[in-house]
C-alpha cells in the first residue's frame, strides 16, 4: 500500500500536492508550418499553475505516423520540470482504432501516464453509441472516474452550451467532465461532476492562424497525485484524439 502511495518522481509530487487546477497550453506553431501542405508538425505543451510555468512536453512520434494515422497515431510525451527537465510523467499513447462508437472487433484507444517508471493511471475508450466515453484507472487497473462530455436529450447527445455562450465564442469551448466512477453506474445517469477537462475557446487570431489548443484540468477534490499525473495525461490525450487532426473545432 505504501508502495502505490509514494508513486511519481520528486518533481511530479512537489508540483500536483496542492494543486486544484493545471492550465495546458499548445505552442504555437507558425503560420508559414500550418500552411505547408503535410508539415504535421510534433505537439508541444506548456503547463501552468496560475500564472507560474511549471513544466513542458514535446511529443515523440513518427513523421509518418502523424501524417497518414491521425487522430490514432501512436506517441510518447514526457512532461518535465521547466528549467531542470526532471520528469513530471510520461504519456504513452500506443496505436489503435480510432474513437467511434459500437466497435465490434478493434481495441479501444487508450493512453498510459507513468512517472519514475511506474503507472500512476490509465485512460481506456468505452463502447458507447453517441457520446464518447473514457473510463479512468488508477495504477492497478481500476476504475476511479468516468470522464464524458455534458450530454442532454436523456444522454444521447452531446450539450454543448453547458459552458455558457459569451459573444459566440461559449460554442468553442468543450468540456469533458469528470464523475466518480462508482456514483456515475449506480444513480440513473443523474451524478454531479467533480471536475473538468476543458478546452477553452481562443482568440481570433489564434484560430486563423494556428492551430494552438488551451486546456484548463479541474481535478476532483479527492485526487491524489497519481490521479492528477493521469488526468494532466487525459488532456494530452483528448487533444490528440478530437482537436488535434484539424482546428475546426
Known amino acids: 500500500m505504501v508502495e502505490v502511495m509514494d508513486r511519481g518522481t520528486d518533481a511530479c509530487k512537489n508540483h500536483l500536492a496542492d494543486c486544484k487546477v ?5 505552442t504555437r506553431r507558425g503560420w508559414l508550418q500550418e500552411c505547408l501542405l503535410g508539415c504535421e508538425a510534433k505537439s508541444e505543451f506548456k503547463y501552468f499553475i496560475g500564472t507560474n510555468q511549471v513544466a513542458q512536453s514535446l511529443e515523440e512520434s513518427e513523421f509518418l505516423m502523424r ?4 487522430p490514432c497515431y501512436e506517441f510518447k510525451a514526457v512532461v518535465k ?3 531542470t527537465d526532471a520528469e513530471l510523467l510520461t504519456v504513452n499513447r500506443p496505436f489503435s482504432c480510432c474513437v467511434m462508437g459500437c466497435k465490434c472487433c478493434c481495441a479501444g ?3 498510459i501516464i507513468t512517472s519514475n517508471g511506474q503507472q500512476m493511471g490509465k485512460i481506456k475508450e468505452e463502447y458507447f453509441c453517441c457520446v464518447p466515453t473514457f473510463t479512468i484507472m488508477d495504477g492497478e487497473d481500476k476504475p476511479k472516474y468516468k470522464l464524458h462530455s455534458p450530454t442532454c436529450c ?3 447527445c452531446v450539450n454543448c452550451f453547458t459552458e455558457g455562450c459569451i459573444c459566440g465564442k461559449g460554442l468553442c469551448k468543450a468540456p469533458f467532465w469528470i464523475f466518480d466512477y462508482n456514483q456515475e453506474n449506480t444513480d440513473g445517469g443523474k451524478a454531479t461532476h467533480t471536475g473538468k477537462i476543458l478546452k477553452k475557446p481562443k482568440s481570433m487570431m489564434t484560430e486563423v492562424f494556428t492551430e494552438a489548443n488551451a486546456f484548463e484540468a479541474v481535478f476532483p477534490d479527492d485526487a491524489d497525485i497519481a490521479m ?3 488526468l494532466i495525461g487525459a ?3 483528448i487533444n490528440s484524439i478530437f482537436f488535434e487532426e484539424s482546428d475546426d473545432q
Open 22 to 26: 493545471m492550465d495546458i497550453r499548445q
Open 67 to 70: 501524417c497518414c494515422c491521425q
Open 81 to 83: 520540470e521547466t528549467n
Open 109 to 111: 484507444q487508450e493512453a
Open 154 to 156: 436523456g444522454g444521447v
Open 228 to 230: 492528477k499525473a493521469t
Open 235 to 237: 488532456s494530452v490525450y
